[in-house]
Nanobody, 114 residues
Framework: QVQLVESGGGLVQPGGSLRLSCAASGRTFSIYTMGWYRQAPGEERELVAI???????NYADSVRGRFTISRDNAKDMVYLQMTSLNPKDTAVYYC????????WGQGIQVTVSS
């Protein structure tokens, strides 16, 4: 059992930055991969970034170079530092964790608008 809680979303102007945080609790020792997905209005949920227990990372092409995922294993937290935000980044962002199953956070809104 893993529980995930996101924070840090909100409204930001184009070109701005936000940092999302995700706190994991429960059986966190079992987590191998943590990361972020997002779902924009009318779109399918897509992978944004993941980071594995060993620190290796993957990014969606659309965010590579703008977003940075990081993980603090000691604190059972994962972060998504988002810079150079544009309106296409507007979505509900979901934290996830993978152990033997996938656990999703509740989702947090990020809106990029002037």
């Amino acid at each position: 059992q893993v529980q995930l809680v996101e924070s840090g979303g909100g409204l930001v102007q184009p070109g701005g930055s936000l940092r999302l945080s995700c706190a994991a609790s429960g059986r966190t020792f079992s987590i191998y991969t943590m990361g972020w997905y997002r779902q924009a209005p009318g779109e399918e949920r897509e992978l944004v970034a993941i980071v594995r227990r060993d620190g290796t990372r993957n990014y969606a092409d659309s965010v590579r170079g703008r977003f940075t995922i990081s993980r603090d294993n000691a604190k059972d937290m994962v972060y998504l530092q988002m810079t150079s935000l544009n309106p296409k980044d507007t979505a509900v962002y979901y934290c996830y964790a993978y152990s033997t199953t996938v656990t999703w956070g509740q989702g947090i809104q990020v809106t990029v608008s002037s």
